[in-house]
């Protein structure tokens, strides 16, 4: 595989930015080098993967119904190298499908398996990430991609439910190399656990009203894991003094130094950029200078014979971490010079940042008409949306941003509507906006397969 980092800057005096105002988009991209697998296979890395799903009361019928489906269909697109275990959670968890390859007379167990579920009481979803989390890494399979993707329609009920709680497991299984996704089923969610989950496993958040969706969602999730080419992926930033102020607008863990900034992004899969988003000022507005370097660092994942290098599931998880990290630790970079072009800037730059910069401080101002709302705040919430509504009207009339470009993006009217329409309406549109809110400023658009596009 190989690292790709581009760097898009541009002024946007359109806004009412100084000539000592910038912006830098970096896209991190990656792709593999390699050779295939076989005739027909594209070259990817093993696959180590656990669906935990939600098996209380409330999912009994169709819903349940939908997640086996789901699941199913997972399973019928393994290849040799892959490993997928099924946990179900209800008062307790338990492992329904271990880990293992699923040859003809695999494939045949696991189907039966999942024919025998049904739901219980109670939704233990602690236990359920747990058992999940450990499966995928008791499993010694080389340079895999290991992954949790939890499904619930629920709050959890027994075991551990205070949000902080689960949420240190989840960063902890991420320490020990395992990302999180969570896909919430239904109006019984809660879209706060969802996204503090989320962002502990640095996965994505998906929400769906209707169960009708989940196989697609599922099925992207495993397509997304399919096409990474390197984990732990960081962008180093580093700044000359002519910077006189730097911020990151989208919401990953930075670090930052004296005249530095470490940029946690993750993940980043085969041709699918993830984006950083920099606001700059500068000591003055001579073009054509130098601001720095960036570097782009992260785990190579790279493509593998496909077998076990021991038969993993059943031992803990201490007694084989050495040889998980011996395996997955080889790394990769791209390195780019930062450059301010004379003028605004090339017009495929200005467009690509002032499309990611509106769709960021649009993200700021309804969240923050959200927040108004939970304070019983009307005024603050009419002013953060009135704001959203003056952006897009300045960045489409500008000729900075096309309408059609903002198909992807919350319509704010209809956010208003829901703010102060009846509970159930106003808490439908809050899921909505907490899935799209977590999983665009963390730029995952476009990292997962679907209907949405940039």
């Not at 897009?392 to 319509?411: A, C, I, S, Y």
């Amino acid at each position: 595989m190989s690292l790709g980092l581009v760097c898009h800057a541009a002024r946007l005096p359109e806004l009412g930015a100084g000539e000592r105002d910038a912006f830098l988009l970096f896209d991190v991209n990656g792709r593999w080098t390699g050779p295939a697998y076989g005739p027909g296979t594209e070259a990817r890395a093993p696959l180590c993967l656990a669906i935990a799903i939600d098996a209380s009361s409330s999912m009994r019928g169709g819903r349940f119904a939908l997640a086996l489906q789901a699941t199913r269909n997972v399973l019928a697109s393994l290849g040799p190298q892959d490993r997928v275990a099924v946990i179900t959670f209800d008062r307790d968890a338990r492992v329904a499908v271990p880990p293992a390859p699923f040859d003809a007379a695999g494939a045949e167990t696991a189907r039966r398996a999942l024919d025998r579920l049904t739901t219980g009481i109670g939704t233990n979803l602690g236990a359920g990430w747990r058992e999940a989390s450990e499966a995928v890494l008791r499993v010694v399979l080389p340079n895999a991609v290991r992954r949790v993707l939890l499904l619930t329609d629920g709050y959890p009920s027994r075991g551990e439910t205070q949000r902080d709680a689960l949420r240190a497991r989840v960063m902890e299984g991420h320490a020990r190399g395992v990302e999180t996704s969570i896909v919430g089923l239904g109006d019984g969610i809660d879209d706060g656990l969802c996204v503090a989950l989320a962002e502990a496993g640095e996965g994505r958040f998906h929400y769906l009203r209707e169960e009708s969706a989940l196989a697609e969602i599922v099925t992207a999730e495993v397509e997304g894991a399919r096409a990474l080419v390197a984990t732990d992926v960081s962008l180093d930033v580093q700044l000359t003094p002519r910077v006189d102020r730097a911020e990151v607008l989208h919401r990953y863990p930075c670090k930052p130094g004296d005249r530095s900034l470490d940029v946690r992004i993750g993940s980043v899969a085969r041709d699918a950029a993830r984006s950083v988003l920099l606001s700059v000022s500068l000591k003055d507005g001579t073009p054509d200078a130098m601001l720095g370097f960036a570097t782009a660092r992260g785990r190579a994942v790279r493509p593998a014979a496909g077998k076990a290098t021991a038969p993993g599931y059943g031992h803990d998880y201490a007694n084989v971490k050495a040889s998980i990290a011996e395996l997955d630790d080889l790394e990769d970079s791209a390195r780019v010079t930062l450059l301010l072009p004379p003028g605004v800037g090339p017009e495929v730059s200005r467009r690509r940042v002032a499309l990611e910069l509106l769709v960021q401080r649009t993200l700021a101002e309804v969240r923050a008409a959200w927040d108004g709302l939970d304070r019983g705040d009307r005024d603050a919430v009419t002013r953060r949306l009135e704001r959203a509504r003056g952006l897009r009207r300045l960045f489409t009339e500008r000729g900075l941003v096309r309408d059609d470009e903002l198909l992807h993006m919350p319509n704010v009217d209809a956010v208003e509507r829901a703010m102060f329409s009846a509970s159930d309406e106003s808490k439908e549109a809050r899921r909505r906006f907490s899935s799209w809110a977590h999983n665009t400023q963390l730029s995952f658009i476009g990292v997962i397969p679907g209907p949405r596009k940039r």
